[in-house]
């Protein structure tokens, strides 16, 4: 292994020979006249532990060469230690400024210099070797953090798809309520910072959007896969599930982060609510609603209005995009329908995109 380096940057050679001698034993001593040098040494070598750094000198002066060591990030790397003489006053507040270990005066003791720079070494490389250790930590807890994230994203997706499987569905309607809630709550985080949505927040409610069906498991077949329009005794039936998600959701609430199990509980119990009470199981109104739950309604809506149903065929894009924005489909704030205005050529585009590579 290569011995460690100390680079010696003073003009007086009498200094650099005293200095060199006080650390000759341990390390590998380069040296340097002015700062010139001393730039060139720390561009050709790149084990160096310590700089014992003279101020006032031809060419460059010490200021210049931290200048130097700023400009291409080294003063957290290497410690300087700033050697000044005793008529330079203000030297030690600038040199602080800028990070320098420690400064010392001119006559200098060669043990005191020798006991400072040592400890200042070994601080230095101790801090780095934290800041590797946390780096490294950091790094597993992150692949750590993903596969647990990928991992329940599976579940999410396959219990979801369960739903859509008992329910005769295509398969995409989990997935393409998901593009279009994290579209929509992009567009909300941009526009409309007064809900403080994080990009954080918005992964977690677009996951949490598949989940919002999850109730229908609890539906009777035969209202579930009625091939026609349901009544009114069946409808109240059907609009359980929203309750029954609830019920669903709190079978695993163990070991989910309160944050994301509230989304997951809110998008599955108020995503049929409208903005004036006429909607199910709560009849919330206005900001009543949660805003992840508003997000996921419209969302929904579109999808089953742009989907055929075995009562119905699909609606063109314009169409079902002018029946939400007229109120035909329910009541939306005028948030959540400025975000769908914004999203339009996006939900267009994501829905003919997935049917160019669905096949039957």
Not at 98 to 117: E, L, N, Q, S, T
Not at 259 to 287: K, M, V
Not at 310 to 316: E, I, L, N, R
């Amino acid at each position: 292994m290569d011995k460690e380096q100390i680079l010696i940057v003073d003009d007086e050679e009498i200094n650099r020979v005293i200095l060199s001698g006080v650390f000759s034993d341990e390390y590998d001593i380069l040296e340097a006249a002015n700062g010139h040098e001393a730039t060139t040494q720390l561009e050709g070598n790149h084990n160096i532990v310590l700089i014992l750094l003279d101020v006032v000198m031809p060419e460059m002066n010490g200021f210049g060469v931290l200048e130097y060591m700023k400009e291409h990030g080294l003063l957290d790397k290497i410690p300087v230690i700033l050697i000044t003489g005793e008529t330079i006053i203000d030297s030690d507040d600038q040199a602080y400024a800028f990070g320098v270990a420690d400064v010392m005066h001119k006559p200098f003791y060669p043990h005191i210099v020798k006991r400072r720079g040592k400890n200042i070494i070994e601080l230095y490389q101790n801090k780095q070797y934290m800041q590797k250790q946390l780096k490294e930590q950091e790094t597993e807890i992150r692949e750590q953090e993903k596969k647990i994230r990928q991992s329940n994203e599976f579940m999410i997706d396959a219990l979801s798809s369960v739903v859509e499987f008992r329910s005769l569905e295509t398969g995409e309607h989990i997935r393409r309520i998901k593009y279009f809630t994290r579209i929509m709550l992009k567009y909300l985080m941009k526009y409309f910072p007064k809900y403080g949505l994080t990009p954080a927040q918005v992964d977690e409610i677009a996951r949490a959007s598949a989940l919002h069906d999850i109730g229908k498991i609890g539906i009777p077949d035969a209202i579930l896969l009625k091939p026609e329009r349901l009544t009114p005794e069946e409808f109240e039936v059907m609009k359980t599930h929203t309750t029954i998600g609830c019920d669903v959701l709190e079978k695993f609430r163990e070991g989910q982060s309160g944050e994301f199990y509230q989304y997951c509980y809110d998008i599955c119990r108020y995503h049929h609510e409208r903005w004036d009470g006429n909607g199910y199981p709560d009849h919330l109104a206005g900001e009543e609603i949660p805003i992840s739950a508003h997000i996921v309604a419209i969302a929904d809506v579109y999808d089953a209005l742009v989907s055929p149903r075995v009562y119905k065929s699909a609606y063109a894009n314009k169409i079902a995009y002018d029946m939400i924005m007229s109120g035909e489909c329910g009541q939306f704030s005028p948030d959540v329908l400025e975000c769908f205005a914004l999203a339009k050529e996006d939900f267009f585009n994501i829905v003919e995109v997935i049917k160019m590579f669905t096949f039957s």
